[in-house]
């Protein structure tokens, strides 16, 4: 049993290698084969040998000279060797083909050459200096022939092969580089596309008159091209071809002409049953072959065209699936192309977010180096300050005197500790040392008074160095916290790019139908969010907009639909080229906040030391945030105002509250050696689901009114700027609607006179309120502190009151039947 499985297992190990190396070898062999035909020209001889004989109206050969131009300027190395491709393919017609073909390669060169200077385009020039050759060429073809007579039909006949190498000049120019260059692009132009299929077409032109065993070998190719494009790019692409091939065939032989009719219906059939993969194709050609066979005027048995059919299936099967893959990734529209594109993106967008992770990565590298820059040498930090001060006092006394070797070298820790102990009680003294330390000094140093006097002045520098050396600190630690927060926001956006659009084609068509079921014309519809509260859809109306049918109707056919209030973000009009406008329509805030504002200046003056502000973060977040400088005038007005500033700055840049305020305070305390202190007062309201953040830093309370209910929201935090290092407390509270949000600089609160508990006093107040109005209950506020001091204002006084509400759209929603489809 044992060996048997060794056996099977050897065999299976047989076969993997088996296949890998028959991989290998394909793989090598379409290398060399690439190589062959494509770097080395081989292809470009063989369609150059085609095109040589290949003719239009039995007598015309326009396709010889654009091909040899077009490879003249894209590939001149070549060309020597398309030039004999096609003359042995005009040899095989006669041998006058031949020295026209010639003549005409001939005549181009040297025209080129010799107005080569009077254009500066090359490229663009090229299709004339075409269509000039072949015309003289022509011309003077025929009045050689016809024994030096030309008539009006030659004329006019040399005027249509011009004609057409003008064109085919620009078709060439741009297939030769899909078929000959070494780097092809991801993708192809729709016009790139068609240049090729004319090319192809136009080199099957010259194996008509081929046969074998009475089977048509240019019926038998046009067929199996056509189903090649048809099973690769679909009905479109797979009709295109069929419609090109067999103009051209038609006009290279007249009695192919019901040739067009059969390869453009067998085109367009075998991409509609493309989905059954190679057998579907298949057989879109084979009923289009017995259709057109049966009752088409086709001069063909209709035995013979099926035998021919089936050879161009044969071919068809035969060809690799590798092979159609790629095609199938050039070919605009189709299903690899659009996974080719998208994989692209990805990409593009990977390294995007690997090169954001990696900045972020080096802020937070750089984040921790400047906050683990002092760590390790804190334990020393004190010893190694102190003993620079103690050097500082020797070398002013201890260095000229004559017991220093005594002292420092014999009873050094004895001194270093006396030393110390003075210092110390001098510190404490304000430079008066106790009269037991001083004796003690006496009975070891010889200059106890100088010492003494040098400890003193030193000192003062000690503590300078000290609070220098503190600030520097403070500074590295600020510098750390903005490059971590900085760090954050950008590992948050790396977060966002990774999110891929959600494929939402069910809902995108559900909503669509919806739309359309109620009259209105919808060109396009794009769902790029369906989160809640985050929804985000793009719509293409053909219309202006002129009478708001946005807002009024579609806005609240969604909001139905979605189950949530949705409004127009933005319309953009766009009048060429036909009347469209391009809609963004986005989640509504479920609640809104209303405020009232109420404040004077100390004294009645002008300009207040306190300064407020309501900031709307996004589409979610709303702040509010009072801040009260130290003092009055306008010193404290700048103060405050800088605090709000700094603070709406940092926050809008996405980083953290907390690491927000830390930022502000540690700049507040760092930029200036005054002793200006501010205090913050800020609320963060999510406007989704009205949960509210209170961050206090040294202000007052604040108080929600909720129906009889009065709360009160503290925390004890010192004012900004009056210590470095500061942890901030933040007070959590779920809002409801109807709350009123009641928030106050010291001003208000401690204003009320002969009051001696101001809680109690604001509580009874705000409840007694009769209003609910923001503004009219911030003016009764303010107007009641005032009454209080017999109409006094004796510090900067401010009050902004918030109420929360539920949005009310301003257009109801409309009901539709597609909402339960939808959200399922």
């Known amino acids: 049993m044992e060996k048997a499985e060794h056996s099977f297992m050897d065999q299976g190990s047989n076969l993997e290698e088996t296949k890998l190396e028959v991989s290998r070898r394909l793989t090598s062999l379409q290398v060399k084969l690439d190589q062959f ?14 095109l040589g004989r290949a003719l239009i109206l039995s007598h015309l050969s326009p396709f010889s000279l654009p091909f040899f131009v077009s490879v003249y300027m894209m590939r001149r190395k070549k060309a020597p060797l398309v030039l004999l491709g096609l003359l042995a393919g005009a040899f095989t017609l006669s041998i006058a083909s031949t020295v026209y073909t010639f003549s005409c390669a001939v005549i181009f060169l040297v025209a080129f ?9 090359e490229i663009k ?5 075409v269509f000039f050759t072949s015309f003289a060429a022509r011309c003077a073809f025929l009045y050689i022939q016809h024994h030096e007579t030309i008539t009006l039909y030659d004329g006019m006949m040399a005027g249509v092969e011009a004609c057409l190498t003008f064109i085919l000049t620009l078709i060439f120019m741009q297939s030769i580089p899909l078929l000959s260059l070494k780097k092809r692009k991801k993708s192809f132009k729709t016009e790139e596309v068609v240049s090729l299929i004319i090319m192809l077409a136009s080199v099957l032109t010259g194996t008509i008159g081929w046969s074998i065993y009475n089977l048509s070998i240019e019926h038998i190719l046009s067929r199996y091209l056509v189903l090649l494009f048809a099973f690769v790019g679909g009905a479109t692409v797979g009709s295109t071809v069929g419609v090109v091939t067999g103009l051209i065939f038609s006009l290279a032989n007249v009695s192919s002409f019901y040739q067009m009719s059969l390869l453009a219906f067998s085109g367009l059939l075998g991409g509609l049953l493309k989905e059954g993969r190679k057998v579907g194709t298949s057989i879109g050609l084979l009923i289009a072959t017995l259709l057109i066979g049966m009752y088409g005027d086709a001069q063909t048995p209709l035995l013979q065209n099926i035998y021919e059919s089936c050879i161009a299936i044969m071919l068809l099967i035969l060809t690799p699936q590798q092979l159609t893959m790629k095609m199938a990734k050039h070919i605009p529209g189709t299903s690899e192309f659009a996974q080719e594109q998208q994989q692209y ?71 270093y500790e006396l030393m110390k102990k003075v210092m110390n009680e001098c510190d404490k003294g304000e430079g008066v040392i106790p009269q037991r330390t001083h004796r003690e000094l006496e009975k070891h140093c010889v200059k106890a008074k100088k010492v003494e006097d040098a400890i003193y002045q030193e000192l003062t520098f000690f503590y300078a160095n000290q609070k220098l050396r503190k600030q520097v600190k403070e500074s590295r630690k600020l510098v750390a916290e903005q490059l971590l927060g900085v760090s954050e926001v950008m590992g948050d956006f790396a977060n966002e790019i990774k999110r891929e659009r959600e494929n939402h084609q069910k809902q995108e068509e559900m909503i669509l139908d919806a739309l359309q079921d109620f009259g209105l014309e919808i060109e396009q519809v794009e769902i790029y969010s369906l ?5 985000d859809i793009d719509m293409t109306i053909p219309t202006n907009n002129s009478h708001g049918e946005c807002e009024k109707i579609i806005a609240p056919l969604l909001s139905d639909i979605l189950g949530e209030t949705i409004v127009v973000k933005k319309a953009e009009y766009v009048a060429y080229p036909n009347g469209f406008t391009y809609v963004t329509f986005r989640s509504d805030k479920a609640y809104v906040v209303k405020t009232g504002v109420a404040h004077a200046a100390k004294g009645g003056g002008f300009i207040s030391g306190d300064s407020y502000s309501m900031i709307e973060l996004g589409a979610r977040k709303y702040a509010i945030a009072i801040s009260d400088g130290m003092g009055n005038g306008e010193r404290a007005h700048h103060e405050s105002n800088e605090t709000l500033k700094l603070l709406q700055k940092i926050l809008q840049s996405g980083i953290e509250e907390k690491v927000a305020i830390k930022s502000v305070n540690s700049i507040l305390s760092l930029r200036t050696t005054d002793e200006i202190f501010s205090t913050l007062d800020l609320a963060m309201i999510d406007l989704q689901d009205a949960s509210a953040k209170f961050l206090k830093i040294g202000s007052t309370p604040s108080f929600i009114k909720r129906a009889n209910k009065v709360l009160k929201v503290e925390s004890s935090n010192l004012p900004m700027g009056m210590i470095q290092e500061f942890d901030v407390d933040v007070v959590s509270d779920q809002l409801k609607a109807g709350d009123l949000l009641v928030m106050m600089s010291d001003g208000i609160f401690e204003g009320p006179k002969h009051v001696e508990n101001y809680d109690l006093w604001m509580k009874r107040k705000i409840r007694e309120l009769q209003t609910e109005d923001p503004q009219e209950i911030a003016d009764l506020i303010m107007e009641e502190v005032i009454r209080t001091r017999s109409g006094v204002i004796d510090d900067d006084m401010t009050i902004v009151v918030a109420k929360i509400e539920h949005n009310t759209p301003k257009w109801a929603a409309i009901p539709v039947s597609k909402r339960k489809a939808l959200i399922s």
């Open 37 to 50: 035909f494509l770097q080395k020209g081989v292809a470009l001889i063989i369609i150059g040998f085609l």
């Open 113 to 121: 050459r010799l107005f080569a200077r009077f254009h500066k385009d």
């Open 125 to 129: 020039a090229l299709p004339y200096y």
């Open 345 to 415: 993106m990805r990409k593009i967008r990977d390294i995007t977010v690997h090169r954001v992770e990696q900045f972020s990565s080096v802020f937070q590298a750089l984040s921790n180096s400047f906050s683990q820059y002092d760590q390790w040498r804190e334990g020393d930090q004190e010893d190694q300050e102190l003993d620079y001060y103690l050097s500082n006092v020797t070398e002013k006394t201890c260095q000229s005197c004559f017991k220093k070797e005594q002292c420092w070298a014999n009873n050094f820790d004895k001194t």
């Open 531 to 535: 989160e809640e509260g985050n929804i």
